[in-house]
């Protein structure tokens, strides 16, 4: 995605006034309040899954309403090759995987194997698409991380590539890094990410962007909820670059990179004009900001948190600045993947009244 394609989607979205749903927003037919809606299952195969992009013009792979849940196969991306050369067994080596890298040809600039895209009926631009991430479950016992020449936050000092298998213990949920040191794993999906404006055409599936995409948020895990504003008829959601592990920052460009199961559920909010992601935990609320300066992207972050505090939680832009800076803790998300990440994470807990409803 060039500069040219980047102002082009930014004035899209100004055509809309900045304003966020309602992080506990839930429509009189929200399906909370009805019977649990059949699970529809999207495996990856080479027919169901794309490699490197995003892109408004990709044929779904499935379709489904607002309040349907489906449930995911990520597979982790890497080539079978690169894998046993790292170490790992060929019998570990998941099948899909093989048939993916051997038949899949359209490619984009990046190199995540994302399932999907899903068409929801109802998103239309100008609506956000609410993902409620029910469950995210760890599918092989393996991870990976590796390094290259030339990324990274520290190329310099590491000009050189390495890759290493990283076992994982399903029971006891860590992951054996190396003898005496234990990685504990929280896995969730880096990339989880609509399509662009359709005058962005095909992006790379690398930099986090306002379809958000490779977010790379360690929040993102069972549990919490992520707000995306829509940009294509369908929204056509996809997800992938499953994480077993990851720290802030992300420094060496991978996390413990492996392969995903994860249970969705999709709700469109009509006519919200979301501008950036946001996201939902249980016990806090989380603003996004990307952009190659990260100044910029910490600039982006902090705004969203004061007009979520302006128009959700009805204070003064100068208060909702004050408390910001007294009890909003910012995260750099990730450095390496061109857009840097910042994270503006506010505790729910502050907000006693409603604390207490």
Known sequence: MNKTQFRKGVALLALGAL???????????????????????????????????????????LRIKSGDVVQMQTLVA???????????????????????????????????????PIYVEEAQPGDVLEVRIQAVKLAVPYSYNAFTPGHGALPNDFPYARMRIVPLDLKRLVGLFAPGIEVPLRPFFGSMGVAPPDVSGRISSYPPWINAGNIDNKEMVAGTTLFIPVHAPGALFSAGDGHAAQGDGEVDLKALETSLVGTFQFIVHKGQHLNWPRAETPTEYIAMGFDNSLDEAVSLATRNMVDFLVTEKHLS????YVLCSVAVDLHVTQLVDGSKGVHAILPKSLFIAATRK
């Open 78 to 116: 890497c080539t079978p090759a690169l894998l046993e050369e790292a170490g790992l067994p060929p019998a570990q080596v998941q099948p899909e995987l093989r048939a993916i890298i051997q038949q899949v040809t359209d490619k984009g600039p990046g190199i995540h194997i994302l399932t999907g």
């Open 317 to 320: 832009r100068d208060d909702a």
């Open 19 to 61: 304003s966020w749903v309602g992080l506990s927003a839930r429509s009189p037919q929200s399906p909370a309040r009805a019977a649990a809606p059949p699970v529809q299952q999207l495996l990856a195969t080479p027919q169901t899954v794309t490699i490197g992009y995003y892109d408004a013009a990709a044929p779904p792979k």
